[in-house]
């Protein structure tokens, strides 16, 4: 960054004042917070997490220096603002699949149509209707404990309880089933992905495995030219 782009001294300093009011406020919010997720200590997390941000950015382009301190985002992204004691609630689940052997999933659809009337392959049997077929057979669940034997990879998965004041008139939200789920209703979330399973710890440990074979390696080479020199053999 050339000297004309860098942040002026007073600018850090102002940076740095703002961290100051930020923790201030932070400290308030705590002290006289209700309930474990109340939205004003959110929102001051939010303040203090963007303003020493901003601070950690100035002070390293002015003097190529960081904070001794991190602030770790949120869990959940957004705070529960729900009533304490929900009346109703609502379940909502995503789960994707990788379609990976197309013929299994058409052979297993095939399979429910030959002995279900009503269910009926269209789409010209391929995998959409295959699709219709076996999810109009099974439920959702047990499709996800079988996912192997229709011909499907799992992806990520997710399912949130979300807070109602009160259920729906019948057929209310069928025309936008998803739509009308506000984050901050959500009581909770569980979410399942790949991602989750990966340790970095392993990975380091992969690495270094990696390198301890290619020394090995090495050292072989060594000791196999060495032991062709002494045997007057020059190496090829």
């Not at 006289?32 to 939010?46: C, H, T």
């Not at 957004?78 to 699949?97: H, K, M, N, Q, W």
């Not at 799992?154 to 009308?180: K, M, R, Y």
């Amino acid at each position: 960054m050339s000297d004309a782009a860098l942040p002026t001294v007073a600018e850090v300093r102002a940076a740095a004042e703002a961290v100051k009011a930020a923790l201030d406020r932070h400290l308030a919010a705590v002290e006289s917070r209700i309930g474990d997720e109340d939205p004003a200590v959110y929102a001051a997390f939010n303040e203090l997490a963007a303003a020493a941000e901003e601070y950690d950015e100035l002070l390293y382009d002015r003097y190529d220096e960081v904070t001794p301190f991190e602030i770790p985002a949120p869990e959940t992204g957004v705070p529960y603002t729900g009533p304490a004691e929900p009346a109703a609630f609502s379940v909502l689940i995503r789960r994707d699949y990788a379609v990976v052997e197309p013929a299994r999933l058409v052979a297993q659809a095939e399979r429910v149509a030959a002995h279900d009337r009503d269910a009926e392959l269209l789409d010209d049997g391929g995998t959409a209707g295959a699709l219709g077929v076996l999810f109009g057979e099974y439920e959702p669940d047990e499709i996800a404990s079988r996912y192997k034997e229709f011909g499907l990879e799992e992806g990520d998965s997710t399912l949130w309880i979300a807070a109602l004041e009160e259920v729906a008139e019948p057929g209310d939200w069928l025309n936008s089933p998803f739509g009308s789920t506000d984050p901050q209703d959500v009581l909770h979330r569980f979410d399942v992905s790949s991602v989750f399973d990966e340790d970095p710890d392993d990975a380091d440990d992969a690495d270094d495995a990696d390198e301890d074979d290619e020394d090995d390696e090495d050292d072989e080479d060594v000791a196999d030219e060495e032991s062709a020199a002494a045997s007057g053999l020059a190496p090829a």
